[in-house]
Nanobody, 121 residues
Framework: HVQLVESGGDSVQAGGSLSLSCVLH????????KGWFRQVPGKDRERVAA???????SYATSVKGRFTISRDNAKNTLYLQMNSLKPEDTAMYYC????????????????WGQGTQVTVS
């Protein structure tokens, strides 16, 4: 079965950094296209960052310049480096996989992890 497992969430002070990881298990195909999302109560889920099979990246305006998405395909692992964290970055962060992008439009994300909490104070 397919499983995505996030880790790295923590409580940090504003201005600090965190690195999130997501290990993908059980895929019978590469599923190189992946992304990070976040959600807070009462708000819509937001795509924070995504990376396609060619390594092209997309970032939400709110995190551009502060967050970096990367991957290690050999390790089946997705990463999100978060720097200069702000209180508004507080959210549950989820990784998702099996996406595709065409003409700048990101779609798919059929598989999801259970999330890791990031709290910035």
């Amino acid at each position: 079965h397919v499983q995505l497992v996030e880790s790295g969430g923590d409580s940090v002070q504003a201005g600090g950094s965190l690195s999130l990881s997501c290990v993908l298990h059980g895929f019978n195909y590469p599923a190189y296209c992946k992304g990070w999302f976040r959600q807070v109560p009462g708000k819509d889920r937001e795509r924070v960052a995504a990376i396609d099979s060619d390594g092209n990246r997309s970032y939400a305006t709110s995190v551009k310049g502060r967050f970096t998405i990367s991957r290690d395909n050999a390790k089946n692992t997705l990463y999100l480096q978060m720097n200069s964290l702000k209180p508004e970055d507080t959210a549950m962060y989820y990784c998702a996989a099996d996406c595709y992008v065409h003409g700048g439009i990101w779609s798919g994300f059929g598989y999801w992890g259970q999330g890791t909490q990031v709290t910035v104070s």
